[in-house]
T-cell receptor, first 116, second 116 residues
Framework: GAVVSQHPSRVICKSGTSVKIECRSLDFQATTMFWYRQFPKQSLMLMATSNEGSKATYEQGVEKDKFLINHASLTLSTLTVTSAHPEDSSFYIC????????????FGPGTRLTVT | RKEVEQDPGPFNVPEGATVAFNCTYSNSASQSFFWYRQDCRKEPKLLMSVYSSGNEDGRFTAQLNRASQYISLLIRDSKLSDSATYLCVVNDLKERDTGTASKLTFGTGTRLQVTL
């Protein structure tokens, strides 16, 4: 089946620093990758959608200058949380899809970010 | 009104019980529907798609009522391993400046705890 990896799985950083999270599709080409955020006891909230080779489309209320997304290849997307603050502490999950093969999204295992 | 609404639970049931989860969605133009399962601190995993005619996968039965904008999941003969949060997910096509995009919207989930 389709496998998506994320790295790192957990990260603790100090307030004001930047953190980069990688999302890779291991056995398929991801024409589209999605970044979600999930706070405790809440649903997954879509942050942005990125198509390979083009700029990401951000959901309303998500600051594009704070959450930098790069999708330079068909197997890799990165999310950089710039100048992280404690309120950015959350579970960040990516998913990937090849639109030629349908709507199903394959989720990565998530990255738990804690900003101290 | 939330786009996808679910009873948060928790549902505490004994092993072997039958349990039903309900979900309503607000966008009448929604395209496709899914149930995902999410274990604690893990990524969501697709449990099953939901079709208009209703569909069954082993102990799991999903139903969709487009007129009422209502989705259900029935679990028969509950197992301890069924304990998880069940997420109702709706796929919408949204018009954007950059074209039409497919987007998954997640409910907050219903927590199930199966006990001995």
């Amino acid at each position: 089946g389709a496998v998506v990896s994320q790295h790192p799985s957990r990260v603790i950083c100090k307030s004001g620093t930047s953190v980069k999270i990688e999302c890779r599709s291991l056995d398929f080409q991801a024409t589209t990758m999605f970044w979600y955020r999930q706070f405790p006891k809440q649903s997954l909230m879509l942050m942005a959608t990125s198509n390979e080779g083009s700029k990401a489309t951000y959901e309303q209320g998500v600051e594009k200058d704070k959450f930098l997304i790069n999708h330079a290849s068909l197997t890799l997307s990165t999310l950089t949380v710039t100048s992280a603050h404690p309120e950015d502490s959350s579970f960040y999950i990516c998913s990937a899809r090849n639109w030629r093969e349908g709507y199903e999204q394959y989720f990565g295992p998530g990255t738990r970010l804690t900003v101290t | 009104r939330k786009e996808v609404e679910q009873d948060p639970g928790p549902f505490n049931v004994p092993e072997g019980a039958t349990v039903a989860f309900n979900c309503t969605y607000s966008n009448s133009a929604s395209q496709s529907f899914f149930w995902y399962r999410q274990d604690c601190r893990k990524e969501p995993k697709l449990l099953m798609s939901v079709y208009s005619s209703g569909n069954e996968d082993g102990r799991f039965t999903a139903q969709l009522n487009r007129a009422s904008q209502y989705i259900s999941l029935l679990i028969r003969d509950s197992k301890l391993s069924d304990s998880a949060t069940y997420l109702c997910v709706v796929n919408d096509l949204k018009e954007r400046d950059t074209g039409t995009a497919s987007k998954l919207t997640f409910g907050t989930g219903t927590r199930l705890q199966v006990t001995l």
